[in-house]
């Protein structure tokens, strides 16, 4: 039975499918209507691949272009960054003369960083023995610009606060193509001398 069903199926004439034809015209009120048979002659034929589509909850037709994160491009797309100096202090040397009462500090200043360092210089901040900064100095290094590995020397006086004892802060800079660029700061402490005590011989008696 099945047999027959089959051989039935195979003997029915194939006919040919036709695509429809899809129809656009505009009415008297200027409403767009789309339709398969043409209402009025002047109807002209619509193509389907551009006629408009609705899509649910009020997204747009049109697929939005999203730029690639910088994570999906790869190496190609990483941000160049530019090479910045790294400037440090090699044990600074301070010491308060006598008996004019000047600080001084002097040492050297280094580059570690890739970039170049330019208009090197070192800010410095005197403290009094309560904890007030007292003033700042700015002292520039030579030579004036210095390159991944090279140094630069830097010496300067100010004067000392009243009191017994001061303290310091001294923290290089370094000019770059994006700004200034500080380093780790250095501290230190001196005692203030007033006088000169010149210690007395002691006498022998005979």
């Not at 730029?67 to 530019?82: A, I, L, W, Y």
């Not at 100096?85 to 301070?94: D, E, I, N, T, V």
């Not at 210095?146 to 300067?156: D, V």
Request: hydrophobic fraction near 30%; charged fraction near 25%.
């Amino acid at each position: 039975m099945r047999t027959l069903v089959v051989i039935a199926c195979l003997s029915l004439p194939v006919l040919p499918v036709y695509a429809q034809d899809i129809y656009k015209w505009e009415d008297e009120k200027g409403v767009i209507h789309y339709g398969d048979k043409p209402p009025k002659a002047g109807a002209a034929p619509f193509l389907k691949d551009t006629a408009p589509f609705s899509t649910p909850g009020g997204q747009s037709a049109t697929p939005e272009t999203k730029e690639p994160s910088e994570s999906s491009r790869g190496r190609r797309g990483r941000v160049q960054r530019p090479s910045l100096p790294s400037p440090s202090l090699r044990q600074p040397k301070a010491w308060v003369e006598y008996p004019n009462g000047t600080f001084w500090i002097s040492g050297t200043m280094r580059n570690g960083g890739r970039g170049p360092c330019d208009a090197p210089a070192v800010e410095v901040a005197v403290i009094d023995e309560l904890g007030r900064v007292s003033g700042r100095i700015e002292l520039a290094a030579a030579p004036n610009g210095i390159n991944k590995g090279e140094a630069a020397q830097f010496s300067g006086s100010y004067s000392v606060p009243i009191g017994d004892k001061m303290s310091w802060e001294a923290t290089p800079r370094c000019g770059s193509t994006v700004g200034p660029i500080y380093g780790a700061r250095k501290r230190g402490s001196l005692r203030i001398p007033h006088s000169r005590i010149v210690p007395s011989k002691k006498l022998k008696t005979y």
